[in-house]
């Protein structure tokens, strides 16, 4: 099993910045993919970005791309989301997903709050 940990969530003007990071335990050797997803007001959960575990280029959903980037770093079982131009529709609570042999594993989430 893995397990899943988010942080970095809070509130920030439209404009700002946010990172948030997802640490993984347990059996991360088995992990094919990490993913971002989130999930606004009322709204189903949508997906944000993906990344193979053994690297690569990311892909992004068009309405965060060239805004958010994803990245892992290699001497820990960590990945983040850095978020950059936050608008007020990035307001949700973000999940990290983790896809393994096994199954997808998701963490608590955290939430992203963009206003003035």
């Known amino acids: 099993q893995v397990h899943l940990v988010e942080s970095g969530g809070g509130s920030v003007q439209p404009g700002g910045s946010l990172r948030l990071s997802c640490a993984a335990s347990?059996?991360?050797?088995?992990?094919?993919?990490m993913e971002w997803f989130r999930q606004g007001p009322g709204q189903e959960r949508k997906f944000v970005a993906s990344?193979?575990?053994?690297?690569?280029?990311?892909i992004y959903a068009d309405s965060v791309k060239d805004r958010f980037t994803s990245s892992r770093d290699n001497t820990k079982t960590t990945v983040y989301l850095q978020m950059n131009t936050l608008k007020p529709e990035d307001t949700a609570v973000y999940y990290c997903?983790?896809?393994?042999?096994?199954?997808?594993?998701w963490g608590q989430g955290t939430q992203v709050t963009v206003s003035d």
């Open positions: 997903s983790a896809n393994d042999v096994t199954g997808r594993y």
């Open positions: 347990g059996s991360t050797f088995n992990i094919r993919s």
């Open positions: 990344m193979l575990w053994s690297g690569g280029e990311p």
